[in-house]
């Protein structure tokens, strides 16, 4: 498939690069980049492209052998190289040809190490632009494309932005949509002048500050407040426009760059200091649109959406903040990872701008935020840099490459600032990721810091509480912290009754008590937190329930320690043992940790508890529930877990097994690796003696009370549609909870096999 070569990010500051004298040895930019470019070609090969004093440029094959293509395939991330390629044979390239007579050891991390001619001195033409073919595997420390803010090889940078209000509304917003756009340049804030300023650079700087879209603003009239400052003797600003160093004179983007530096930026005019900058012009103003979830609740809501509007069709899962995550599309009613091959900047801007957020900061390769559990939908996707949303752009099916979810996809967006982070702190703790929970509040009509009362606090609240603290996950939700000193002045609970449903921004916006009411009172029953920028993430395989559900009349006499254990429904007490039976439903559970942190048992091993009848110790009394449901909810049978044994049945092609229950060993589940309970174990059914025929709904959900911090609860559930006739039973649609839909029609050879779950 052919495809356009992505958008270049090239940075133009030809007035403010100074020439470099030609050297037997590359000169380190510091932030040396390299491309593969040329029509048709993978992202792993392509005409080899090096950038230089802002502008891209060739190399030419001549010497040109394995050793220096090994050493550019490394810096752009790849394991080795395989070949390399002469005579132009992925087109010839434009500009300068940069680099000629390059000579690597084959041990360089970079080309900057390796001898050349120095920089422009050549005598190739583009016909002789050579390229180069990576192996596709990338390696192990590339892990993410980066936005770069360096301007130059002086090192000047154009390190952020910013909207300063000049109107009263917009000064109280928050986040702050409108404004004068301010570039931080060398440590320093300039304003940009308005002249040849387009909605492409309004695209770029929103995408920076968290905003998907920009909407253009009343130029007139902020041209009336432009010169009625400027007519205003009191006013310091006809002085301080008067000098170059207030300015940022010209700025010209594409509209797809992720960041401003990107773009062609001329901080002075042409002649220099000789020249005014920004002569007759005035400031730049911007108006940024916010996507949804930082938008202010309104009074009157307008049209409703349809469900098919509200729905979407991407989504990020395991991110540690707010705006990053693992990519997912939904497609064919399934929810599916996205391959990293090919993903880029541009790319993953495109999702961002579609969630509601900004541009990008990063794409992530290499499953570095958790891999995804069954199909891999998309692979190579190519995105210009103006789609609405993921799907307008060109990719390939995900299994046509050889994808694996260690190569899943994921991103960092910009989001907006909302100010949330200056609401709340740690106080006490040992380390600066854990301590009493302080929130700054209105009391009485003014802003006081103080403590969160612990009645209802859980792992919930903790999440949120630790995403506004910018810290990631909640590790431990803390009720009792009477080990840690607080802020002085700061004791009092000022929030109470906190009920967080996970998704808030901030404390502040979960469901909380209007008077204050704690029935600890203050002290030693206040909330704390410890967080951790990683966690792990337990995932049911819903297909092998699927595959191994069946029934079994086991007898009573086999049933004693199960018995023991309350595996069994109540009306088995008053049974004459150990004559009769019980109808138990069985079935196989594999249980995966997707996310980035080992699953570990909360509790330490002095505490686990010791079973005698099974002769095991169980170290989460409560690890899944199984429940049989009504199709509208009802509970009809129910069963439970205990983990006894919590360890890494099997782990991938690699991956050491670190848990195993052998010898009071360590118990937990390694990243990567997962945890199998066959059929045949005591406890792995639900009693379903008591049960009438008919249509119902299976459901295990695993770490049901919360013990254990997970970077997403919202896959622990899994749901199965159940069909019992007295006799017989099958399952059909299992499906974890957060995989939208599965397909609802069986194929026939799925019927087929179910119909043979005989008793």
């Known amino acids: 498939m052919m495809w356009s070569p992505p958008v270049t990010f090239s940075l133009l500051l030809p007035l403010l690069l100074l020439g470099q004298a030609p050297s037997s040895r590359l000169q380190s930019l510091g932030t040396t980049k390299l491309r593969l470019v040329g029509p048709g070609s993978r992202p792993e090969e392509g005409r080899l492209e090096v950038l230089h004093q802002g502008q891209w440029g060739t190399v030419c094959d001549d010497n040109f052998a394995l050793q220096e ?124 002048c308005d002249q040849g300023w387009t909605r492409n ?74 020249r005014p900058a920004c002569l007759g012009g005035m400031h730049t103003v911007v108006s940024c649109v916010a996507g949804p979830r930082f938008r202010p609740p309104k009074a009157k809501p307008g049209r409703k959406e349809s469900r098919a509007e509200q729905e979407p069709k991407v989504r990020l899962r395991s991110g540690a903040q707010v705006g990053e995550g693992r990519v997912e599309v939904l497609m064919n009613g399934q929810w599916g990872t996205v391959c990293d091959h090919g993903w880029n900047l541009i790319s993953a801007s495109v999702l961002c701008r579609q969630l509601g957020f900004g541009s990008a900061r990063e794409a992530l390769f290499g499953a570095q935020l958790g891999q995804g559990l069954g199909s ?50 740690l106080a006490g703790g040992r380390t600066p990721e854990e301590g009493v929970v302080e929130v700054l509040v209105e009391v009485n009509r003014v802003q006081r810091w103080g403590a969160v009362c612990s009645d209802h606090w859980g792992l919930t609240e903790a999440m949120v509480a630790c995403r506004q603290l910018g810290l990631g996950f909640a590790n431990h939700a803390i009720k009792d912290t009477w ?63 699927q595959e191994t559900a069946y029934l079994e009349d086991r007898p009573l006499s086999q049933l004693y320690c199960a ?85 890494d049945t099997n782990c991938p092609t690699g991956l050491q097994r670190r848990y195993a229950c052998a010898n009071f060993g360590e118990q937990g589940v390694t990243v990567g690796c997962w945890d199998t309970y066959r059929h045949d174990i005591d406890c792995q059914w639900v009693d379903i003696t008591d049960v009438s025929p008919g249509d119902y709904i299976f459901q295990v959900v695993v770490n049901p009370k919360y013990e254990v911090a997970e970077s997403d609860f919202s896959n622990n559930r899994m749901q199965c549609r159940c069909k019992y006739d007295g006799h017989r039973v099958w399952l059909h649609n299992c499906h974890t909870g957060d995989s939208y839909r599965a397909n609802p029609e069986l194929s026939l050879e799925q019927e087929q096999r179910l119909r043979n779950n005989l008793i």
């Open 563 to 647: 018995h023991e254990e309350n595996c069994l429904s109540q009306s088995a007490d008053h049974m004459d043992w150990p004559y009769g039976h019980r109808r138990l439903l069985r079935f196989s559970s594999q249980i995966y940790n997707l996310g980035r942190a080992d699953f570990r048992p909360k509790a330490g091993r002095h505490s686990w508890i010791w079973h005698q009848c099974h002769r095991h110790y169980h170290s989460i009394e409560v690890f899944t529930h199984y429940d049989l449901l009504t199709l509208n909810g009802s509970k009809v049978a129910e069963g439970h877990k205990a983990s006894f044994c919590l360890e």
């Open 201 to 274: 650079n309004s695209r770029v700087v929103c995408g920076m500050l968290g905003f998907p879209s920009e909407v253009p603003v009343d130029s007139h009239y902020y041209r009336k407040v432009w010169n009625s400052k400027m007519k205003d003797p009191k006013s310091r600003l006809k002085s301080l426009t008067q000098k170059n160093s207030f300015w940022i004179h010209r700025i010209h983007c594409l509209g797809t760059e992720p960041h401003i530096a990107n773009c062609q930026v001329q901080v002075a005019p042409a002649r220099g200091k000789l």
């Open 376 to 425: 891999i939908h998309l692979s190579e996707v190519r995105c210009r840099g103006y789609e609405r949303t993921l799907g307008e752009c060109r990719s390939l099916e995900g299994s046509q490459n050889g994808c694996r979810h260690e190569n899943d996809a994921a991103v960092r967006c910009n989001v907006p600032n909302m100010g949330f982070r200056n609401q709340v702190r």
């Open 483 to 545: 080990y840690w000193q607080g802020t002085p002045g700061a004791g009092e609970v000022v929030m109470s009754g906190v009920r967080c449903s996970g998704t808030e921004l901030a404390l502040q916006q979960c469901q909380r008590h209007g008077p204050v009411h704690c029935s600890h009172g203050t002290g030693r029953f206040s909330a704390g937190v410890s967080c951790t920028d990683s966690a792990p993430d337990l995932v049911m395989n819903a297909q092998l329930v």
């Open 69 to 192: 293509a090994t050493v550019a395939c490394r810096q752009l991330g790849f394991e080795a190289a395989l070949t390399w390629a002469h005579s132009a044979k992925y087109g010839p390239g434009e500009g300068p040809i940069w680099l000629d007579n390059v000579r690597c050891v084959g041990t360089e991390s970079s080309l900057d190490q390796c001898w050349s001619n120095g920089w422009g001195i050549s005598d190739c033409s583009h016909s002789e632009d050579v390229g180069v073919v990576c192996h596709p595997q990338r390696l192990r420390g590339y892990f993410s494309e980066r936005v770069s803010n360096a301007v130059g090889p002086q090192g000047r940078r154009l390190e952020e932005v910013r909207l300063k209000p000049i109107l009263a509304s917009a000064k109280r917003q928050s986040p702050v949509t409108e404004g004068a756009v301010e570039v931080r340049y060398e440590g320093h804030w300039r304003q940009v």
